[in-house]
């Protein structure tokens, strides 16, 4: 299985993508999934019908099919008078999401290194090369594409479209607020246990894979809860 390190769209269940093969609708839902994901859209900032058919040059049908369906996904939320925002997580939402992530991901990470080739390892570590210079130069969207990017192939590894569906949906739901502890962090102070998982995966070594995930999603949780919750200053919800 050969990985496409330069990828114009991602998801845990395909992510090398298929843009050039998707029907207009699609493309749509998955340009506006990836403002989303990456934080264009910033939790709680309102923005209008109207103004998503212009930045993604896109009829008014297919965005109100894509609204719909991120809706559904609890990616967006409807404010009335024609706006949509991403939501504003709550304490509880972030618990309720990393006890998720942990649950899947370390099942994830356990099949993904039985079924990860050395060309795949090979591919990752571009990937993780990548997002080192990402880091490096303080670019956060190419870090939270290249961080997607590099969990995506991962999971992918490990045959499980359900729990990668589960996953990626937790995911976009997380996202957006991540985009925003990277703004206030920078880069250089993001967690990055990719080195440990991708030696962990060329000893053949599966539980390490798997701890070294959970590690990578713990530091990164936590630093999440703490910089979108500075001093306790809301400690029932997640300002931006």
């Known amino acids: 299985m050969q990985i496409d390190t330069n990828i114009p769209f991602l998801n845990f269940e395909d992510p090398q993508g ?3 093969t998707r029907p207009a609708h699609e493309r749509t839902y998955f340009a506006l999934r990836d403002m989303v994901l990456f934080g264009d859209l910033a939790p709680g900032q309102p923005v209008t019908i109207q103004g998503l ?23 967006l939320v409807f404010q009335g008078n024609r706006r949509v925002s ?3 997580l709550t ?3 972030l618990k309720d999401l990393h006890f998720l992530r942990k649950t899947t991901e370390y099942e994830l990470s356990l099949r993904a290194c039985h ?3 050395s060309a795949c390892i090979d591919d990752l ?3 993780d090369l990548a997002l080192d210079a990402a880091i490096a130069s303080g670019d956060v969207r190419a870090y939270l594409r290249g961080n997607y990017a590099f969990h995506a192939q991962l999971f992918r590894l490990a045959g499980s479209p359900v729990l990668t569906e589960v996953t990626d949906q937790i995911w976009l739901r997380l996202s957006p607020s ?5 703004g206030r ?5 993001l967690p990055d246990w990719h080195k440990d998982i991708l030696e962990a995966l060329r000893s053949r070594d599966a539980v390490a894979v798997a701890e070294a995930t959970l590690q990578d999603l713990d530091q990164g949780m936590s630093q999440l809860i703490e910089a979108l919750n500075p001093n306790n200053r809301r400690p029932d919800s997640i300002d931006t």
């Open 53 to 75: 058919t212009a930045a993604l040059n896109s009829g008014v049908t297919p965005i109100r099919e894509a609204i719909r369906r991120l809706t559904a996904e609890g990616a």
């Open 18 to 20: 298929a843009a050039t």
């Open 178 to 182: 991540m985009r925003v502890v990277c």
């Open 185 to 189: 962090l920078g880069t250089q102070n």
């Open 125 to 127: 570590e571009r990937i």
């Open 86 to 88: 991403v939501p504003v």
């Open 91 to 93: 304490r509880d939402d």
């Open 115 to 117: 079924g990860a080739t």
